[in-house]
């Protein structure tokens, strides 16, 4: 069974989320929320939509990565704006069949992420439809001090070109997903990728970690001149940095973050680095006289030197052999495809 109406799902939504947190005046149950936001911060508001067969898929994807990916795919908004994380509101839309256990299960994986990243989630709505696929669109509220959000806009020729962590990370778990293997107790397994790498993959695609530590921290040290988070593909992302920062950039093969080779059957390491999406890693740029005060981790997070800004426009990768090849800001686009997953 469902639920037997919307007042006994309120006050099962309101008995797994706290009614107190800094900064809220009022919270599920009423109309609306009401938050106040702290003395001398702007308020970062996002919305995104994470909709079944092109974000997700029930067959692969466990309800628990469902939530966490929905809340996930929002907070990285943030982070790539350097916004500490406040509140959000997810609105749920879920066909009549579905279980209370798999709703539950959702709202468990969202809820984990929250409480790890200092959310709080204040309301939203749901639909109960007669079929159709499952849509949840989250909102998320995130503060930054006036003046210090970092923007698309702002890269400058001679800039530092930085990436956190490793990309293609979720691109290689989700072609693990869709292969249907398992993973072993620990033997290598027939690819002979190690046990650990495997689920090192399985983890950035199911329970992806948004960078807002990354992100806060580069905008609390005004460090980072332009920001974006990679969520359709390192080059389609970095190609969007570049064009509001009226700029082109040169990227260094040898110095990208790649995934393990043997992993990488369809495409190649460096394939996946470029085109894979949503690894949801920070990209960011850091201008010529601050690149000696960049840490090389932040949180644990790696920060990597991967090129550098430079005059006119597009994307020039700069191979072993010295020569630069001018490559496609691709990735995945809404418009061009009908499917993701």
């Known amino acids: 069974m469902l639920f037997r109406d919307e007042a006994e799902f309120v006050h099962w939504l309101r008995q797994r989320w706290p009614d107190r947190a800094p900064g809220l005046k009022l919270g599920i149950g009423d109309d609306a929320a009401i938050v106040k936001p ?7 508001l996002t919305t995104d939509l994470s909709l079944e067969d092109v974000h997700f898929r029930r067959d692969l994807h466990p309800a628990r990565s469902i939530g966490h990916r929905a809340l996930a795919r929002a907070l990285s908004d943030l982070a790539a704006m350097g916004a500490r994380p406040r509140f959000a509101l997810l609105s749920l839309s879920i066909p009549r069949t ?4 798999w709703i539950s299960a959702l709202y468990d994986g969202l809820g984990r992420l929250a409480k790890g990243q200092g959310v709080t ?4 709505d749901t639909a109960v439809t007669a079929s159709g696929p499952v849509m949840a669109d989250v909102v998320a509220i995130g503060e930054v001090r006036h003046g210090l959000a970092l923007r698309r806009q702002g890269a400058h020729p001679g800039d530092g070109l930085y990436v956190s962590g490793r990309l293609g990370l979720s691109a290689l778990g989700l072609a693990f997903l869709r292969s249907g293997k398992r993973l072993s107790t620990g033997a290598p397994s027939a690819d002979n990728l190690p046990a650990h790498d495997r689920r090192a993959a399985l983890q950035a695609h199911l329970y992806p ?6 992100g806060m921290a580069l905008a609390r040290r005004a460090l980072a001149s332009a920001a974006i988070d990679v969520s359709d593909g390192f080059a389609r992302d970095l190609g969007r940095l570049c064009d509001a920062s009226g700029c082109g950039a040169t990227i260094w093969e040898d110095c990208l973050p790649l995934v393990n080779a043997k992993a990488a059957r369809d495409a190649t390491p460096l394939e996946l680095a470029l085109y894979g999406g949503e690894d949801y890693e920070l990209i960011f ?6 690149l000696s005060q960049v840490p090389r981790a932040i949180g644990g997070v790696a920060l990597h030197r991967i090129g550098e800004i430079r005059r006119g426009r597009g994307l020039a990768l700069l191979g072993r052999g010295g020569e630069a090849i001018p490559i496609e800001a691709g990735g995945y686009d809404h418009f061009r495809r ?4």
Do not use: H
């Open 209 to 214: 970690e948004p960078r807002c530590r990354v």
């Open 285 to 290: 740029t850091v201008p010529r006289t601050r």
């Open 121 to 124: 989630l204040i309301g939203g």
């Open 98 to 101: 579905t279980r209370r256990t």
């Open 38 to 44: 702290a003395r001398d911060c702007d308020l970062v």
């Open 338 to 341: 009908s499917d993701r997953i």
